[in-house]
């Protein structure tokens, strides 16, 4: 079993839905939790980040993570054809080295 | 803004060539990371090295080793290209450690095809 997991889609609405991303994890010592969006051909950048449990909001961008259940879920609200990405979870107990999920590709239709 | 630069986009190989894959970084980070991105696999991390000439496995070092002579330059070296070694090659750097979140900033990535 891997130590995250992440539907790998592909998840394809239309423009203005909410769009909503998970991911859960085995490992009770994670407790940094980031979304990372990566456009074709490009590097990962940070899209979001969160610290232990709560929700956090910027934008449009909602990251919520519930360490009782080990899940962590990122919604996307009216989502534009510009939000159309590979979206992926990550998350670290503390050291340096984070653990990736497989990443959710994303295509918002106009 | 902070810079990852990896040198080479695309490359073709032949098995049992000798790959070096460089990559720099401009904002003065201490760590940095190689991760191979493979469909289905998401990213996974080969050598990570938190100071200059010092690296760490990650969790698929086999077939690769790394070298880290200057604080802003990471090298991955493929000492003999499989096949199986076909992939996209990610680079990044961060602050971890220094009461930062540890955002990875990325390269653009170097496309590796080895034939």
Not at chain 1, 36 to 63: C, I, V
Not at chain 2, 94 to 113: A, I, N, Y
């Amino acid at each position: 079993q891997k130590e995250v997991e992440q539907d790998p889609g592909p998840l394809s609405v239309p423009e203005g839905a909410i769009v909503s991303l998970n991911c859960t994890y085995s490992n009770s010592a994670f407790q940094y939790f980031m979304w990372y969006r990566q456009y074709s051909r490009k590097g990962p950048e940070l899209l979001m980040y969160t610290y232990s449990s709560g929700n956090k909001e910027d934008g449009r961008f909602t990251a919520q993570v519930d360490k009782s259940s080990k899940y962590i879920s990122l919604f996307i609200r009216d989502s534009q054809p510009s939000d159309s990405a590979t979206y992926l979870c990550a998350m670290s107990g503390g050291a340096q080295k984070l653990v990736f999920g497989q990443g959710t590709r994303l295509t918002i239709n106009p | 803004d902070v810079k990852v630069t990896q040198s080479s986009r695309y490359l073709v190989k032949r098995t049992g060539e000798k790959v070096f894959l460089e990559c720099v970084q401009d904002m003065d980070h201490e760590n940095m990371f190689w991760y191979r991105q493979d469909p289905g696999l998401g990213l996974r991390l080969i050598y990570f090295s938190y100071d200059v000439k010092m690296k760490e496995k990650g969790d698929i070092p086999e077939g690769y080793s790394v070298s880290r002579e200057k604080k802003e330059r990471f090298s991955l070296i493929l000492e003999s290209a499989s096949t199986n070694q076909t992939s996209m090659y990610l680079c990044a750097s961060s602050l971890w450690g220094q009461g930062k979140t540890g955002e990875l900033f990325f390269g653009e990535g170097s496309r590796l095809t080895v034939l």
